[in-house]
């Protein structure tokens, strides 16, 4: 594959997905709504307190998105395309299936930021067409 591409892309998308993750580690329980699921209310009865908790899986969900940053702009500055174009990918189908998450367990009021996901899935799919396409 050709090494033309401008690195901004793949720079600009990477620091999106570490903003992420530092959103969700720094503030578990708004990601929640950022999302599109429910704050999770079984411990809040046995807590006593209003509200629900942020599941310790908020932090897993945090670190994947700085993972998946740090990879996109760690393996563009190594100039490896291919790479990129294939974790490009990958993130795709991570957005799809984070969207069918929300899909069925965000309820009624949160099941529209599925598309959320979605958009960002294909906007992903376009990116490594474009790419795989010179």
Known sequence: MAT???PWPSHVLGTACIGRGLMGIL???NEYGHVGLPL???AAA???SRGGFASPLMYFKGIR???FGLTLV???WQGNEDA???VAAV???ARFGDGLVVWLNGGDELRWKALGHWITSAGFVGWVIWRRSY
């Open 84 to 86: 990129v174009t294939t």
């Open 74 to 76: 760690a393996l563009q």
């Open 27 to 29: 503030s578990p329980r």
């Open 46 to 48: 046995a807590a006593g």
């Open 91 to 93: 993130l795709s189908l």
């Open 4 to 6: 033309f591409f401008s």
């Open 40 to 42: 999770e209310s079984h």
């Open 65 to 67: 998105e700085i993972t």
